[in-house]
Nanobody, 125 residues
Framework: QVQLVESGGGLVQAGGSLRLSCAASGRISGYTMGWFRQAPGKEREFVAAIRWSDGSIYYADSLKGRFTISRDNAKNLMYLQMNSLKPEDTAVYYC???????????????????WGQGTQVTVSS
């Protein structure tokens, strides 16, 4: 059983930055960890993922260049650095964990085993 707790959300002006954190309890050495977001009235959307065993990283094409996923392996922490934020980035951001080494086609799908409670990010114009 893995528990995930996100933090770092808040209100920021357009063009600003935020860094989200996800603290994972339990053993996640072979897991795939991901960030998703969901805006009101929209489906949950893939943001980025990292495979814990080898550090391989994937991003949603539309977010590449502005968002950076990283980790602190020793502390079981995952981060999402978000720069040049836009009002359309406003959403609840979720941390997710899957117990498998997910293939690329699978890691962008919101079918992970464990989810955090989410953290609100609001970008004002």
């Amino acid at each position: 059983q893995v528990q995930l707790v996100e933090s770092g959300g808040g209100l920021v002006q357009a063009g600003g930055s935020l860094r989200l954190s996800c603290a994972a309890s339990g053993r996640i050495s072979g897991y795939t960890m991901g960030w998703f977001r969901q805006a009101p009235g929209k489906e949950r959307e893939f943001v980025a993922a990292i495979r814990w065993s080898d550090g391989s990283i994937y991003y949603a094409d539309s977010l590449k260049g502005r968002f950076t996923i990283s980790r602190d392996n020793a502390k079981n922490l995952m981060y999402l650095q978000m720069n040049s934020l836009k009002p359309e980035d406003t959403a609840v951001y979720y941390c997710a964990a899957d117990s498998s080494y997910l293939v690329r086609e699978r890691l962008s799908q919101p079918w992970y085993d464990y989810w955090g409670q989410g953290t609100q990010v609001t970008v004002s114009s």
